[in-house]
């Protein structure tokens, strides 16, 4: 194959990937992709002699790191917020994520009146939600649900890592739901959840320390 055939492949590769970014709601994804296609571009421009499309590329590469490392390192605030299940706000929620939601959690019902539905804020934006039945120490969740550019973020670990004591205070024991899509399910196991009897579950109570 030809060199200059070879740098045109490498170019257009450059430029898949940035508009393949471009197209990216998860903000994370986005900006790794969106390296990746301005390395691509950096090598392209020092293949073909051009420094300006070399320096202004690698110049982005750096920003893509310095706004990741700013993602892993900051602390993002969150908030809870329990919904009134004929709240106006949360169908309009529900509403507007519908599609979203039945991709990676299709058993979910709309039309049900769950006695349990809370909102996970950030900055008093709702990125999160969570809704299921309250049954005396047990909460059976029938959603859990963070909107596509908060995916990458640390909702999941805050909820069940962070502030697990949220659901013990409430005299909540035990959480289960049922299986959603592949990658719902992959989430679940990453946040401490364990298949028992075809449901997940996340157990609550202290561990017991082995004298």
Do not use: W
């Not at 599609?99 to 299709?106: E, G, R």
């Not at 013990?168 to 959603?180: A, F, Q, S, V």
């Amino acid at each position: 194959m030809e060199t200059n055939v070879i740098y045109e492949l490498i170019g257009y590769t450059a430029s898949v990937l940035v508009a393949i970014s471009l197209m990216m709601s998860a903000i994370v994804k986005l900006r790794i992709v969106n390296m990746l296609g301005a390395v691509t571009f950096t090598l392209y421009g020092i293949l073909i002699g051009s420094i300006p499309v070399a320096a202004m590329n690698a110049f982005i590469v750096f920003i893509n790191i310095f706004y990741l490392i700013k993602i892993y390192r900051d602390k993002s605030y969150f908030e809870l917020m329990p919904a009134d299940s004929d709240s106006n706000y949360l169908t309009k929620f529900l509403g507007y994520y519908r599609d979203s939601i039945k991709t990676y959690q299709p058993s979910f019902y709309f039309g049900k009146n769950y006695n349990f539905s809370l909102f996970v804020l950030n900055e008093m934006v709702p990125v999160g939600l969570l809704m299921g039945d309250r049954t005396d120490d047990k909460l059976k969740l029938h959603l859990d649900f963070v909107i596509p550019s908060y995916r990458d973020f640390k909702v999941g670990s805050y909820l069940f890592h962070e502030n697990l004591n949220y659901f013990r205070d409430n005299g909540i024991k035990l959480i289960t739901t049922e299986p959603g899509s592949d990658q719902h399910n992959t989430y679940l196991e990453k946040m401490g959840f364990r298949m028992e009897n075809s449901s997940y579950c996340l157990s609550l109570e202290p561990v017991k320390q082995s004298v």
